[in-house]
């Protein structure tokens, strides 16, 4: 049923509400949430390869963890509860081992040797632990009090056979499988990853490894968005670089189109004389462009070619991986199926002080230490290796700050974020 692609999306899926100049990143954030849908169609696999997929739909448990009442501890099992004091109980002949049930009944009054994992035998819901007993002779020693089902798991009290164990949307993590494992779950409905194409995009631009002639730059921005992408669990392609020609630029968009369900691409996103991007999306006639009120951040270029959503980035690659990271990242994981989700920030102390004017939202380049949040010396867009130095972004909200040392700021780690 769920083989069939979901319907495509609308070309003017990212059209901004008229007569804003600069939208908040909270309002721009909610337009994308509202708008993106889900683009990738479903399969089955094994939950051998289900790690980091995404589940296209509910899983309900087979079978109850734990399937029957076990015992958690090695020791002795019998019917409780017992009152405090002194007690001796005479031992039944064998034992109940996981795997290796008892096959008879405890009578009341005596008891039997358990191992843990051992499913409870007729007649037993209390375990005492061996350590806290005297045995010799077919006799157990220890003393009360002890409570009714002390040591024992219950059948079920975990996951019940029936349940739904995970929902729809969920990225599979490892202790995920454990679950599905442990409620007999083989295999498992999933999304088809995510295919995503990068394509950089300037005339400036050689590979590293290339010579570089004057006034030429390496293409820092596709190693770092390809790597991201895959982090955030899709498919890349890699498009490679594409000269600030309109002509090139149409047949790198045409063919990232047939291969992928979403391209990136940066550079030449905002409305000047070499910006193909825009001007080839506008072309097409689903341009928009994205004034954010956010630092850094120059106009996002978002539009539909040939049916794909086109991210269209800032070239700048302070801009390109913050954008990344706010944007297209929450944008990525609703068109694979991953469901809307909000990195996880931390209000911790400043080790830094900045004076910030109202009217737009700020992402510093930080790291955490001895507690504090740092603050990379140089807010400069252009300096990668302050996206290198650091392990996360802080957040200043959109209104005025002026922020002392001791003062809490908002981190949001890069993990937070799938990096
Ligand atoms: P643009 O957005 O095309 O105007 O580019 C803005 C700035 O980012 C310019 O200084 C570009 O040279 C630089 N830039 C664009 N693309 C890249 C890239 N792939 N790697 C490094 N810098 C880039
Ligand atoms: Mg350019």
Partial sequence: MTDLSPPPLRNDCFALPAGVNWTPVDEALALLRDRLTPVTAAEDVAIGDALGRILAQNVVALRSNPPQAN?????????????????????????????????????????????????????????????????NDGQIAF????????????????????????????????????????????????????????????????????????????????????????RFGAETIDMGRVADDRAALRAALDSAAAQADVILTSGGASAGDEDHVSALLTEAGAMQEWRIAVKPGRPLALGMWQGRPVFGLPGNPVAAMVCTL???????????GAGWNEPQGFLLPAAFEKRKKPGRR???????????????????????????????????????RQIQPGDPVRFIPFTSYGL
């Fill in 362 to 400: 700020e992402y510093l380049r930080g790291r955490i230490r001895d507690g504090k949040v740092e603050a990379f010396k140089s807010e400069g867009s252009g300096r990668i290796s302050g996206l290198s130095w650091a392990e996360g972004l802080i957040e200043i909200e959109d209104g005025a």
């Fill in 143 to 230: 003393r009360g009090p002890l409570k009714q089902g002390a040591n024992a798991r219950k059948a079920g009290e975990d996951v019940v056979a029936g349940d739904v164990a995970l929902t729809a949307g969920r990225v599979l993590t490892p202790a995920d499988l454990a679950l599905l494992s442990a409620t007999g779950v083989a295999r498992v409905h999933v999304r088809k990853p995510l295919r995503v194409a990068v394509i950089s995009t300037g005339d400036e631009l050689v590979d590293p490894g290339q010579p570089a002639g004057e006034g030429q730059i390496f293409d820092a921005n596709r190693p770092m968005l390809l790597s991201m992408v895959r």
């Fill in 326 to 336: 706010v944007f297209a990242r929450p944008a990525v994981a609703l068109l694979a």
């Fill in 71 to 135: 015992s958690a501890v090695d020791g002795y099992g019998f019917a409780g509860a017992v009152p405090e004091g002194a007690h001796v109980l005479p031992l039944m002949q064998g034992r109940a081992a996981a795997g290796v049930p008892y096959a008879g009944a405890v009578p009341a009054g005596t008891a039997l040797r358990v191992l843990t994992g051992a499913a409870l035998p007729k007649g037993v819901d209390t375990v005492i632990l061996e350590e806290d007993v005297n045995a």
